[in-house]
């Protein structure tokens, strides 16, 4: 993988003959809460031309033998339209299912069957009991198992911990790996979108002192609002399922309800598309928005006018509150 630093917090991802610029929002396809089949958000995704999607390996393990095959040939034609592929590491599906039989070795079944040009490591969640030391050793051993499993591709060294400690984590790894991209839940940086805000700055600071450039993925991210916070303070990458289970409104970057779409007026080329079902209509939508949602801000921070975005969706006063937590007034 390179990385090509066009303008602050801009990025150009280049790896296997694909790119895409960040900041970027990937979506990511799951059972969870699906509307309908698994293969059919491929069609999705290779419609809209949508530059990276994330695929869940538990639901990939889960497939028929024919279904597998078939996905496999469908990547393979991913990788000529130069769509990057993520690959999660089944944890959120075997969380959610109640399935304590996921474990790395079904991980190592899935990579041995697909090519993703990034996967992330294996979870080791934080347990106060063990300590920081214990908890940074198997964390990098766990992302180093993650990494001899792949045939190809890049680690994304994924982190757990709880707000206070989670810089301090963060570098403990960053130093002994030297990892290219480093993710953590948004759902552990704090219960607020600004003490979040401040989690990821704070994050950031550490990962700035290294002198390289390291990506900064928020998992379970979608919400266009916080994207613009986190983006302003640090972040560079953001993924989650809401893309296809509740619908954003374009003017206000807000999301609401799935079913909630004819209650506003939208003239993109999905709300414009005729004998199409609501379902694969919205999810389209959706996508488009965050095509163009990030086109803005990406436009916004290469001519220094990322201020103007900030407000047109958050307002001067959160605007001034936000720099003012993450210390950048």
């Known amino acids: 993988m390179h990385i090509v630093e066009q303008f602050s917090r801009s990025f150009l991802i280049e790896t296997s003959g694909k790119s895409f610029e960040t900041p970027l929002f990937i979506p990511a396809i799951s059972s969870i809460k699906a509307n309908w089949e698994f293969l059919e958000y491929l069609d999705l995704i290779e419609m809209v031309g949508y530059p990276a999607f994330l695929l869940s390996a538990y639901d990939i393990y889960k497939l028929e033998e024919s279904e597998k095959e078939t996905l496999t040939k469908r990547l393979s034609s991913f990788a000529e339209k130069r769509i990057s592929v993520f690959l999660d590491n089944g944890n959120y599906e075997g969380y959610w299912y109640n399935d304590k039989t996921w474990t790395l070795d079904k991980l190592e079944a899935v990579l041995d069957i697909v090519n993703p040009d990034f996967c992330f490591s294996f979870d080791v969640f934080w347990d106060k009991e063990k300590g920081f030391e214990k908890h940074v050793e198997?964390?990098?051993?766990?992302?180093?198992?993650?990494?001899?499993?792949?045939?190809?591709?890049?680690?994304?060294?994924?982190?757990?911990?709880?707000?206070?400690?989670?810089?301090?984590?963060?570098?403990?790894?960053?130093?002994?790996?030297?990892?290219?991209?480093?993710?953590?839940?948004?759902?552990?940086?704090?219960?607020?979108?600004?003490?979040?805000?401040?989690?990821?700055?704070?994050?950031?600071?550490?990962?700035?002192?290294?002198?390289?450039?390291?990506?900064?993925?928020?998992?379970?991210?979608?919400?266009?609002?916080?994207?613009?916070?986190?983006?302003?303070?640090?972040?560079?990458?953001?993924?989650?399922?809401?893309?296809?289970?509740?619908?954003?409104?374009?003017?206000?970057?807000?999301?609401?309800?799935?079913?909630?779409?004819?209650?506003?007026?939208?003239?993109?080329?999905?709300?414009?598309?005729?004998?199409?079902?609501?379902?694969?209509?919205?999810?389209?939508?959706?996508?488009?928005?965050?095509?163009?949602?990030?086109?803005?801000?990406?436009?916004?921070?290469?001519?220094?006018?990322?201020?103007?975005?900030?407000?047109?969706?958050?307002?001067?006063?959160?605007?001034?509150?936000?720099?003012?937590?993450?210390?950048?007034?």
């Open 138 to 329: 198997e964390t990098i051993t766990s992302i180093a198992k993650t990494a001899g499993m792949q045939k190809t591709g890049s680690t994304i060294a994924l982190i757990h911990a709880i707000p206070e400690i989670f810089p301090k984590v963060t570098r403990g790894i960053v130093d002994y790996l030297n990892p290219e991209i480093i993710a953590i839940p948004e759902r552990e940086l704090g219960f607020s979108v600004f003490e979040k805000a401040q989690t990821i700055s704070k994050i950031r600071v550490e990962l700035e002192k290294t002198k390289r450039s390291i990506l900064l993925h928020i998992l379970g991210a979608g919400s266009p609002i916080s994207i613009l916070i986190y983006t302003l303070s640090g972040a560079d990458t953001y993924d989650a399922i809401d893309w296809s289970n509740s619908f954003i409104d374009p003017e206000t970057a807000q999301r609401f309800d799935f079913s909630h779409r004819d209650l506003v007026e939208c003239y993109c080329k999905a709300c414009k598309m005729k004998k199409v079902p609501y379902n694969y209509q919205t999810a389209t939508h959706n996508l488009l928005f965050y095509l163009e949602f990030f086109d803005g801000i990406r436009d916004s921070v290469r001519n220094e006018k990322l201020d103007q975005i900030l407000v047109k969706y958050l307002g001067e006063r959160n605007v001034s509150k936000m720099k003012k937590m993450v210390e950048l007034e």
